[in-house]
């Protein structure tokens, strides 16, 4: 039987390893549709269960990577053809059944997009969980009454993968956008893909966050936690909403519930795993459509399948901006 490459991550007596090996189609876990693996990506989640910085693995031994976009090989699925081009995001999908980072995955039909007409498979993976994660919280907080008019929305950590794609979708839908970052030397990033106006964390005292503060923010993509989330909630106007997507800074919230019952705020939790598929798919849709980013290629860098392992390092230590890419075949 053909061997094909894979990326694996196993845990031996609570260590991680993680490396190249060789998989046939027989060891795969079950699933309806076997696709030809085109691209994946990289999130922080896949960094953390690469590195063992995360208690991120559901069992021993995984094919790392969350998403995978390619070409249907196989399907027992009437839903599914040869030849479909589809995406895969979330689920169990590199923390407990083999994933993308090989190139040959084999899923669960009911874990499967067809990519949206117009939507190319690296595209597909240039957005991945980080920008269907940013897509679904501008679905949530619009549906939660946000509309550019009501004011401007604040995306912190901006310049990681959701950030990115969250300052450009929102600015593309006509939005103003603040950005919020602890990085002084992106400033012309952040402005080039659509931020209106940029703030340092460091202009910011978050050792004093008082419990209502200058209304400011009609809505806010919350990637950070802890007391940036906190800040946040008390400068929000009166039925303004927060999107909270990330933890990078801390799952601690010390806030009070002053700007929930006094300003009607609303925090919506995002959980881009176990999102409907309805739901999933309204999102892609709007992301290869009127929420399409104008800056995706700025946003992304692209890199060989070989230089996988270079960068699971550098997104734990926040020295990556944007999106990276992982081209299969390359």
Known sequence: ????????????????????????????????????????????????????????????????????????????????????????????????????????ARVPADWLVKAPQGLTLWEAMAFGTAGFTAGLAIVRMEQNGLRPENGPVIVDGATGGVGSIAVDALARLGYKVTALTGKAGEVDYLKKIGASEVKLRSELDLSKIRPLDKATWAGAVDNLGGEALAWMASTMKVGGCIASIGLAAGTALNTTVLPFILRGVSLLGVDSVNCPMPVRQEVWRRL????????????????????LPSVFDKFIGAQIRGRVVVDLNA
């Open 1 to 104: 039987m053909e061997k094909f490459k894979a990326f694996k991550i196993t845990e031996v007596d609570k260590k991680v390893q993680a490396g190249f090996t060789e998989f046939t189609l027989d060891q795969l876990d079950p699933g309806e549709v076997v696709v030809r693996v085109a691209y994946s990506d990289v999130n922080y989640k896949d960094a953390l269960a690469a590195t063992g910085k995360g208690r991120i693995l559901l069992r021993p031994e995984c094919i790392g990577g969350i998403d995978f976009s390619g070409t249907v090989v196989s399907s027992s699925d009437a839903r599914f053809a040869k030849g479909d081009a589809v995406l895969a995001t979330g689920f169990d999908i590199g923390v407990k059944h083999h994933g993308g980072y090989a190139e040959y």
């Open 288 to 307: 290869a459509g009127d929420m399409r980013p104008a800056h995706l290629k700025e946003i992304t860098r692209t890199i060989p399948f070989a230089e």
